[in-house]
């Protein structure tokens, strides 16, 4: 199977460094979603190694608010603003975006040039979810071709746990793990950003309608 790994809410000194020794110690790749506003001289260090070692930087927003609030000149400011961070630091613009809370609006899909990704979750955001149900639900989820969607927040102890945990399972069953770019790009398959796609499996989407 094939799995991409992705992390919202970084960079940070704490979490965000502990994933990735996590991913140096099992010699795998991931994807991280960052905050633009996140992004000072000391963090950008830290994306710009982890770009270095192999994996892929992707936006998720600036301010991380909800987005669905916000006029058009604001929506594009806090990805264009966060893309131009990442690419100056990196030297590749982001090709995917993350939407703060998967919260939508049809003006988003018009404004933001990029990929729409959720994943699939553990509420590794619940601090009463404690890291052995993160990782039980985790070795449960798993299917081919997933966006497995985590969080490096400042303080996100738990969920490094978990990984701890499943990684081992996970690479003793044989499965693979890409980032995002990779699980979409691999096959020469060019993949839009078609408007109102949100993708949370690399074969299935969902197409996002206004309630
Ligand atoms: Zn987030």
Redesign the pocket.
């Known amino acids: 199977m094939k799995i991409a790994l992705t992390f919202?809410?970084g960079p940070n000194h704490t979490t965000t460094l502990e994933v990735f020794e996590l991913l140096k110690k099992f010699h795998i790749k991931a994807t991280f979603?960052v905050?633009g506003n996140l992004i000072d001289e000391s963090t950008s260090k830290i994306i710009r190694t982890i770009s270095e070692y192999g994996c892929d930087i992707e936006n998720?927003?600036f301010s991380?608010s909800f987005m669905s609030h916000q006029s058009r000149e604001e929506i594009a400011e806090e990805v264009q603003r966060t893309s131009d961070i990442i690419k100056t630091i990196t030297g590749k613009m982001p090709r995917f975006f993350?939407p703060?809370?998967i919260d939508l609006s049809a003006q988003m899909f018009e404004e933001i040039p990029l990929i729409f990704i959720s994943g699939k979750g553990v509420e590794d955001w619940v601090d009463e979810v404690d890291a052995n149900e993160r990782a039980r639900r985790l070795l449960e989820t798993v299917e081919d071709g997933d966006i497995i969607l985590l969080?490096d927040?400042e303080g996100n102890h738990k969920t490094v746990k978990a990984l701890e945990q499943v990684l081992p399972i996970w690479i003793e069953q044989g499965h693979r793990f890409v980032t995002v770019s990779e699980l979409f790009f691999e096959k020469e398959q060019t993949i839009n950003a078609a408007k109102g796609i949100l993708f949370q499996n690399r074969n299935d989407s969902e197409l996002w309608q206004p309630n």
């Open positions: 919202d809410d979603f905050i998720h927003s991380h993350r703060p809370y969080h927040l």
